[in-house]
C-alpha cells in the first residue's frame, strides 16, 4: 500500500514530487509521534481502550473495522451482473456487458458509476451514522469497500474528487462525507485526492421528491472549477466520490463542469446507490 501524508486538500503519495503530478502542494511533515516511531504504540493503547468490534452491530471481533457474518448477511452488496453504466443491479447475466433500461434512456453524462450496496438495510444504517450520527470512523472501512468494488475505476483514474458541500451545510455539519471516503479511497489506492479543484457555488435544496426538471433546475449552476484550477483538471481521468446516489443528477451535473474543464473522463463511485434490480 502507498503510504500518504494528509494536507488539507489532498492525500498525497510519498514519493511523488510536484514535477510528478500535476497537483502540486508541498506535503505536511508527518506527525511528531510517527517520526519518533511512537505510532504503534499509540495504535496498542486504543486497542485496548477500544477493543476491535463489529462496526454494525459493537460485538467483538479479531480485527477492527470489520463486519461479524450477520451483518455482512445485512448489507445489501452489488454483484455481477449489474449495469456498465450506473452499477445498478441487474436480473439475469448473459455474460455480456449489458446496459439498464434506466441508462439507456436516459444515458449519464459520466462513463461509469460503482456501488458497494443498494441503499437499504445496514447500508442506509452506515450512511446515516457517518452523516448524521458523527461516526467518523466508518468513512474507514466504507471507503475500503469502496475501493474494492470500484477497482475497475480506480485503477483506470489520475483524480479522486470528491462531490463538495456548500460552504454552509459544511460549516453546519463541520465534515464532509464525500471527502472522508474519498481520503480513506485514496490511502487504500494511492490515487492523490483533490477536494479544492471541485467547489460547490449554489446552496441547493433537497433533491427528495423533486421531479427530474425541478432536479435538473435545482443543480444548475451549482458546481464550478475556478479558472486556476483548469490545468490541474484538464487530460484527468477522474472518479467522482459521494456516499449515496439516488437519481444521478448531482453527479451528473458535477461530471459536466469537470468535463468542460478538460477532463479526460469522469467516473463516480459510491457507497450506496438506491436502485432496484431489473
Given at each position: 500500500?502507498t503510504?500518504?501524508?494528509?494536507?488539507?486538500?489532498l492525500?498525497?503519495?510519498?514519493g511523488?514530487?510536484g514535477?510528478?503530478?500535476?497537483v502540486?502542494?508541498?506535503?505536511?511533515?508527518?506527525?511528531?509521534?510517527?517520526?519518533?516511531?511512537?505510532?504503534?504504540?499509540?495504535?496498542?493503547?486504543?486497542?485496548?481502550?477500544?477493543?476491535?468490534?463489529?462496526?454494525?452491530?459493537?460485538?467483538?471481533?479479531?480485527?477492527?473495522?470489520?463486519?461479524?457474518?450477520?451483518?455482512?448477511?445485512?448489507?445489501?452488496?452489488?454483484?455481477?451482473?449489474?449495469?456498465?453504466?450506473?452499477g445498478?443491479?441487474l436480473p439475469?447475466?448473459f455474460?455480456?456487458?449489458?446496459?439498464?433500461?434506466?441508462?439507456?434512456?436516459?444515458?449519464?453524462?459520466f462513463?461509469?458509476?460503482?456501488?458497494?450496496a443498494?441503499?437499504?438495510?445496514?447500508?442506509?444504517?452506515?450512511?446515516?451514522?457517518?452523516?448524521?450520527?458523527?461516526?467518523?470512523?466508518?468513512?474507514?472501512?466504507?471507503g475500503?469497500w469502496?475501493?474494492?468494488a470500484?477497482?475497475?475505476?480506480?485503477?483506470?483514474?489520475?483524480?479522486?474528487?470528491?462531490?463538495?458541500?456548500?460552504?454552509?451545510?459544511?460549516?453546519?455539519?463541520r465534515?464532509n462525507?464525500?471527502?472522508l471516503?474519498?481520503?480513506?479511497i485514496?490511502?487504500?489506492?494511492?490515487?492523490?485526492?483533490a477536494?479544492?479543484?471541485?467547489?460547490?457555488?449554489?446552496?441547493?435544496?433537497?433533491?427528495?421528491?423533486?421531479?427530474r426538471?425541478?432536479?435538473?433546475?435545482?443543480?444548475?449552476?451549482?458546481?464550478?472549477v475556478?479558472?486556476?484550477?483548469?490545468?490541474?483538471?484538464?487530460?484527468?481521468?477522474?472518479?467522482?466520490?459521494?456516499?449515496?446516489?439516488?437519481?444521478?443528477s448531482?453527479?451528473?451535473?458535477a461530471?459536466?463542469?469537470?468535463?468542460?474543464?478538460?477532463?479526460?473522463?469522469?467516473?463516480?463511485?459510491?457507497?450506496?446507490?438506491?436502485?432496484?434490480?431489473?
Amino acid at each position: 500500500m502507498t503510504s500518504t501524508f494528509e494536507t488539507d486538500a489532498l492525500w498525497w503519495p510519498v514519493g511523488v514530487t510536484g514535477k510528478d503530478h500535476p497537483v502540486s502542494e508541498v506535503p505536511k511533515r508527518a506527525p511528531f509521534y510517527r517520526r519518533i516511531g511512537l505510532g504503534h504504540f499509540f495504535r496498542s493503547a486504543l486497542d485496548v481502550l477500544y477493543p476491535a468490534a463489529c462496526v454494525g452491530c459493537n460485538v467483538p471481533l479479531g480485527e477492527a473495522d470489520g463486519l461479524c457474518p450477520a451483518c455482512w448477511r445485512q448489507l445489501p452488496f452489488i454483484e455481477k451482473p449489474y449495469c456498465e453504466r450506473l452499477g445498478t443491479p441487474l436480473p439475469a447475466d448473459f455474460g455480456l456487458p449489458l446496459l439498464s433500461a434506466a441508462a439507456i434512456k436516459d444515458a449519464p453524462v459520466f462513463g461509469r458509476a460503482r456501488s458497494v450496496a443498494r441503499y437499504d438495510d445496514l447500508a442506509r444504517e452506515l450512511v446515516h451514522r457517518l452523516k448524521y450520527g458523527d461516526r467518523l470512523e466508518l468513512a474507514l472501512p466504507m471507503g475500503r469497500w469502496m475501493a474494492r468494488a470500484g477497482r475497475e475505476v480506480v485503477n483506470d483514474a489520475t483524480l479522486i474528487i470528491p462531490i463538495p458541500l456548500h460552504r454552509r451545510r459544511y460549516w453546519g455539519r463541520r465534515f464532509n462525507q464525500a471527502g472522508l471516503l474519498a481520503k480513506s479511497i485514496g490511502k487504500q489506492t494511492g490515487c492523490p485526492v483533490a477536494a479544492h479543484l471541485l467547489k460547490r457555488i449554489k446552496s441547493t435544496q433537497s433533491q427528495v421528491g423533486l421531479t427530474r426538471n425541478e432536479r435538473l433546475k435545482n443543480l444548475q449552476g451549482a458546481f464550478n472549477v475556478a479558472a486556476k484550477h483548469r490545468r490541474h483538471i484538464a487530460g484527468a481521468r477522474i472518479v467522482l466520490v459521494d456516499d449515496v446516489m439516488t437519481t444521478a443528477s448531482t453527479a451528473n451535473a458535477a461530471s459536466r463542469v469537470l468535463l468542460r474543464a478538460g477532463a479526460a473522463s469522469v467516473d463516480v463511485l459510491v457507497f450506496a446507490c438506491v436502485a432496484k434490480a431489473g
